[in-house]
């Protein structure tokens, strides 16, 4: 810890690195996933071959895929955009197979009622469907982000940037402090970002705080 408090500018620095190479993804991912996810939904056979793809990609190993992306994009391994590929790629593999699921927790009952006023099939599932849908994708974005957060230290292998840096300085120096301080500092970065992105639920989805409190009230 006493490593942490005497380099916290560095530690700010490689903050800000890893929290760039670990939410740009995210973020690329959504807008991938999502209407992927709501394509899909319905459609059996679709839906099928995507989540098996999705599974596929996110049993390669983070380190392998570092190494094979170069080998197929026009990236370098020491290229920043070649762990941010990588992770997108980690994202939507992990979103696209809880789209459909967020999606299927919508009650049919509100699905027949937006059919009902004249919603067509798109205009149903952008206002109706997905903003409904919201909850469970929190869920899923939090695990994704706490999951590109620890990815990103294996990103200091091959030398890209990031809190996971004092993991490999650490070690090649022999510097049980300096890791140690790595650990806390991607610990609590991913706590930060877990509890911004559930508030984040929150305020998007204020009909369920409503909704428990009418129920808590009527109790």
Do not use: C
């Not at 209407?35 to 983070?62: E, K, Q, Y």
């Not at 392998?64 to 994202?91: D, E, G, H, R």
């Not at 593999?93 to 509100?110: H, Q, T």
């Not at 059919?115 to 409904?132: C, D, H, N, Q, S």
Request: glycine fraction near 6%.
């Amino acid at each position: 810890m006493q490593y942490l408090f005497t380099h916290l500018d560095d530690a700010w620095e490689l903050t800000l690195v890893h929290l760039y190479l670990s939410l740009l993804p995210l973020a690329l991912g959504l807008l991938i996933a999502v209407p992927l996810g709501a394509l899909v939904h319905r459609t059996r056979v679709l839906r099928r071959l995507v989540t098996i793809a999705a599974s596929i990609i996110f049993t390669i190993p983070s380190l392998a895929l570092f190494v094979v992306l170069p080998l197929i994009i026009p990236t370098t391994i020491l290229s920043p955009s070649n762990v941010i590929i990588a992770l997108t790629l980690y994202t939507v593999a992990l979103l696209v197979r809880a789209v459909p699921e967020a999606l299927d927790a919508v009650p049919p009952a509100v699905l027949d009622a937006a059919t009902a006023v004249g919603y067509r099939p798109f205009i149903r599932v952008l206002k109706v469907e997905l903003p409904l849908a919201i909850p469970v994708l929190i869920a899923s974005l939090r695990v994704v982000a706490v999951t590109n957060i620890s990815m990103v230290s294996v990103g200091s292998v091959i030398g890209v940037g990031g809190l996971g840096t004092w993991f490999t300085d650490g070690y090649q120096s022999d510097k049980s402090d300096q890791i140690i301080a790595g650990i806390v500092a991607i610990f609590v970065v991913a706590i930060v970002i877990d509890t911004l992105i559930m508030l984040l639920g929150k305020v998007t989805t204020p009909w369920v705080r409503t909704g428990g409190t009418a129920k808590a009230g009527a109790r």
